[in-house]
């Protein structure tokens, strides 16, 4: 027989997999899908943490240890790429400190 405390786990579990596939797939931006995806990787080693407490075994620590560092390693990705998209374009002539449009001398 399954003690309750399993079945309510494995729910909560299930849930909050759910809604973090739900954000992945409705975004709207970017970031909003790494969070998701972040939150979703976290899920699993947490059921896989789980499911060791629950069998008493160690089998599965080199899962979680890659899973890990491939959450880790993918949001250092995505956030090199994001922050390669926000930075301004430069423009082909810099501005100096003449007599132009910056410039306001009487």
């Given at each position: ?29 970017i970031l909003d899908r790494m969070l998701a995806s972040d939150v979703l990787l976290t ?33 250092v990705a995505v956030a090199r790429y994001v922050s390669q998209q926000d930075r301004p ?18």
């Amino acid at each position: 027989m399954i003690p309750i405390l399993y079945v309510v786990a494995g729910a909560i579990f299930a849930i909050s997999a759910a809604t973090a596939v739900v954000r992945i797939v409705r975004g709207p931006t970017i970031l909003d899908r790494m969070l998701a995806s972040d939150v979703l990787l976290t899920i699993v080693l947490l059921v896989l943490g789980a499911e060791m407490v629950i069998n008493g075994h160690t089998r599965t620590i080199p899962v979680m240890i890659v899973l890990a560092a491939g959450a880790a390693l993918s949001t250092v990705a995505v956030a090199r790429y994001v922050s390669q998209q926000d930075r301004p374009v430069q423009d082909a002539a810099p501005l100096s400190g003449g007599a132009g449009e910056g410039s306001r001398d009487g």
